[in-house]
């Protein structure tokens, strides 16, 4: 918290008004800040801006004109997901106009123990899981918000000292900081992700490396010890360093951190769990319970409570998220999956045969990543920007059946009928869902609702 703040009279822009702007913006107009909106969709007919415009919000609609610029901003607060290169945000920089994320707003009044996840890929499932252990344990100190889907000044003003602030962190929030701390930071992974946003490899690592850019000797660092890499890039900041790993155990990662042996999972010399107990699918989850264990650990919650909620816990909606059988066939939702990696991940998870569905935007990148882990797909269904060069890849692994479709359901109907008892049907698009869905949630129920309605129209498929 900074005890020097004071937001009045100051004269904020918020770019991008969704559902992190519109809480930025009521935090800011309490605080007497002069806010104007800038949002390019039209807003007309929104109660919530209506409400904000008789408070008097200044709100421009259709464009991000560089006139604006001129009337003297203090600091910029943008969505997240719009991106630096944009002509407006490249003259607010010439400008030295500071551009923040929600994040950064919420560090300057929070009052609890922020407890940052980030990672290319698992950081939902550790948060989710974080959260609820920690809730199990205290369930009136724990607070969920971030990239999750809840906007952290939403939540901000109900976090008192002592509790715990749960949050996913993505790389586009946390390029938007400048004095964010979190006393707990965990790092899943970093992999290449988000390069049309990021431009490079190095400025997307960078962003994730905000996480700890303020960190201080009695904080923590929770990593993944098994990415050799991560140490590297983490051993400038202050903090006490806590591994997790489940294959690179050492000496090191027992006396500090948490991770598997003889298919247990233990923290230091602290039996948790056997990793039979974790019910969700992969070894990949296997990490994300470590993770999660390390930070229920340091946080005092006893081993009891911890392998109470892996016992129950179930996972998150699409991410690898089972849809059940049917007639021996198993179903998949594996919508989160937005790049190569992550679709790794899933068709690594896997050991009977595969029956494929990806497809998405085309950023520009390729797909013969994940040539060498195709090995148990049988079919693929391909559909949207990418799917000829998705067939491509799938061509070079020597799969002979390919599909090029013009959408999803078309892709989810044929394989529904293709595949057979003891097979995987598994949508793992390695895509964004931007051309021809809003988010990967809603193509994700959309793959949940085909097949739920596949099976009432042929119940004896």
């Not at 996840?117 to 344990?137: F, H, M, P, R, W």
């Not at 650990?297 to 006893?302: K, Y």
Request: glycine letters at 6%.
């Amino acid at each position: 918290m900074l005890a020097d703040l004071n937001l009045q009279d100051k004269h904020v822009l918020v770019l991008g008004y969704a559902r992190s702007g519109r809480s930025v913006a009521e935090y800011l107009l309490a605080q007497g800040a002069k806010v104007t909106i800038n949002e390019k969709k039209d807003l007309s007919g929104d109660p919530s801006i209506e409400s904000l415009v008789k408070q008097g919000v200044q709100v421009i609609c259709g464009d991000h004109p560089l006139s604006l610029l001129d009337q003297g901003f203090d600091f910029i607060v943008k969505n997240p997901g719009i991106p630096y290169q944009i002509p407006f945000l490249q003259q607010a920089q010439q400008q030295q106009i500071p551009i923040y994320t929600d994040i950064e707003i919420a560090s300057w009044i929070n009052k609890g123990d922020i407890i940052g996840i980030t990672g290319s890929n698992g950081k939902t499932t550790i948060t989710q899981l974080v959260y609820e252990i920690l809730k199990a344990d205290k369930p009136k100190q724990t607070h969920l918000a971030g990239n999750i889907g809840i906007p952290i000044m939403s939540q901000i003003d109900q976090v008192k000292e002592g509790d715990a602030l749960v949050c996913e962190l993505s790389s586009f929030q946390l390029q938007g900081t400048a004095k964010f701390r979190a006393e707990i930071a965990v790092f899943a992974n970093i992999y290449s992700a988000h390069l049309d946003y990021h431009e490079t490899r190095a400025n997307y690592i960078q962003a994730k490396l905000n996480l700890v850019r303020n960190s201080r000797p009695e904080d923590v660092i929770i990593y993944n010890y098994d990415q050799e890499e991560l140490a590297d890039w983490l051993s400038p900041f202050a903090g006490q360093k806590v591994p997790f790993a489940s294959s690179r155990v050492d000496d090191f990662v027992r006396q500090n951190g948490a991770y598997i042996d003889h298919s247990q999972l233990y923290f230091r010399d602290q039996w948790i769990c056997d990793v039979a107990d974790i019910q969700i699918p992969g070894q990949h989850n296997v990490m994300n319970v470590l993770a999660a264990v390390a930070v229920a650990i340091i946080r005092s919650v006893e081993p009891k409570t911890i392998r109470q909620v892996i016992l129950s816990y179930q996972g998150m909606p699409h991410r690898i998220q089972p849809l059940g059988e049917f007639h021996g066939r198993k179903f998949f939702n594996d919508s989160k999956a937005t790049n190569t990696v992550a679709t790794i991940t899933a068709l690594k998870s896997f050991d009977q045969p595969i029956h494929y569905i990806g497809g998405g935007l085309d950023r520009g990148n390729g797909f013969d990543d994940l040539i060498e882990h195709l090995s148990y797909v049988k079919a693929a269904y391909l559909y949207g920007q990418t799917k000829e060069k998705l067939a491509d890849t799938m061509n070079k692994a020597g799969i002979e059946s390919v599909h090029l479709l013009d959408d999803l359901y078309q892709a989810v109907e044929l394989a529904y009928h293709a595949a057979k008892a003891g097979e995987v049907v598994l949508f793992s698009p390695a895509c964004a869902s931007w051309d021809q869905f809003d988010n990967f949630e809603q193509r994700g129920d959309l793959f949940v609702e085909t097949v739920h309605a596949l099976q009432e129209k042929y119940p004896y498929a």
